[in-house]
């Protein structure tokens, strides 16, 4: 009697478990950010090559100041390759010719940012800040963390290109077909986003456009990302 009452208690709590896991399941199937919508992201950008030179290894470096106006949809849809939103200007700042808009060990004349070939509209914001019009899409791909508990949403950012004007030489980085990879970072137990970093894939972006005197055949960046408004997520 006592075994039969055991196994009726190991039974009853398996598929209370089973239940309790299932309707966890079925009621995350998508994410929802509040407030969501327009939101910027702020980060100082850098970009840089790695290349081998003989036996010596040369790396040059750029770092841009930049904030990304974007917007982000209030229901993600956990499913790989859903559009959760998009990238729709960044600003950048230029600085003075004695306090240029990016720090390199170069000499830069002018920093582009492009969708797919196409430079963005662009105007002056006033004191060297200057606005590009662009359009990358940002794609779901995956979540971190064990549910009910998320700790980051792993995204792609697809359509970007930059370009570097260099002694009058124009260097485009970027194919159509490449993407960047982000994560947005999650605290698990409120929910709240502190923060987005993006960077490259490991091979970086190819150069598709300019010549030797470029920074190299290949460039990549990475930056973290601080988002404004706050922004705070759950599962639905």
């Known amino acids: 009697m006592q075994l039969r009452t055991r196994i009726f208690a190991v039974a009853l709590t398996t598929a209370l478990a089973l239940t309790l896991f299932a309707g966890i399941a079925s009621a995350s199937r998508a994410i929802e ?7 910027s992201a702020s980060s100082r950008l ?10 010596a290894r040369v790396r040059q470096r750029i770092i841009c100041d930049i904030t990304l106006l974007r917007t982000i ?66 794609v779901y791909d995956s979540f971190q963390g064990t549910l009910p508990f998320i700790e980051g949403i792993n995204f792609h950012i697809t359509g970007f290109q ?30 709240a986003i502190t923060g987005m970093s993006s960077v490259t894939s490991r091979t970086g972006l190819e150069r598709v456009e300019g010549n030797f005197l470029c920074p190299g055949p290949r460039f990549s960046f990475e930056g973290s990302f601080v988002v404004s408004p706050a922004q705070r997520i759950r599962l639905v």
């Open 73 to 138: 949809g209030r229901s993600i849809p956990k499913t790989t390759g859903t559009l959760i939103g998009n990238v729709t200007g960044v600003a950048i700042d230029r600085g003075t010719p004695a306090a240029p808009h990016c720090e390199t060990t170069g000499t830069i004349e002018e920093v582009q940012f492009l969708t797919n070939g196409a430079v963005g509209t662009h105007r002056e914001l006033g004191g060297g800040i200057l606005l590009y019009t662009v359009t990358w899409l940002l």
């Open 33 to 39: 950010v509040s407030p969501g919508g327009s939101a």
């Open 162 to 191: 930059w370009r570097l004007t260099i002694s009058g030489i124009n260097c485009l980085y970027g194919r159509t077909t490449e993407s960047t990879f982000g994560l947005i970072d999650i605290r698990r137990e409120t929910g």
């Open 46 to 55: 850098t970009f840089g090559n790695v290349e081998r030179i003989g036996e």
